[in-house]
């Protein structure tokens, strides 16, 4: 084995996916990675402090799936779902 081959087989990667909040699994947390979209909607997002880095927890859904009640750094808010596809997360590692 080349030395190079050596140095890159000791290192171990999880890849992970971004997912809407809307499709994390009630009672999961997550880390934003970002808010898309452009106008009111997402500047109101940022505004309530939905900011990349921050921890957000799926804490209830609504009947139907709307709204969705989370708490997003420890301060519970409840969202409508067009909104939390407008966050982007981190998908849940699936263990095996």
């Known amino acids: 084995m080349l030395d190079s081959q050596s140095a890159f087989a ?3 990667l999880t ?3 971004e997912i809407g909040l809307d499709e994390l699994p009630t009672g999961h947390g997550s880390e934003i990675r970002a808010v898309t979209g452009d106008g009111q ?5 940022l505004t309530l402090g939905l900011v990349p880095g ?6 209830r859904r609504g009947i139907g799936g709307d709204p969705l009640e989370i708490a997003a750094g420890g301060h519970p808010l409840c969202l409508r779902r067009d909104q939390t596809r407008m966050i982007r997360v981190l998908a849940p590692i699936e263990e095996t």
């Open 41 to 45: 909607v997402s500047r109101e997002l």
């Open 54 to 59: 921050v921890h957000v927890q799926v804490l």
């Open 10 to 12: 000791s290192v171990s």
């Open 15 to 17: 890849l992970t996916r």
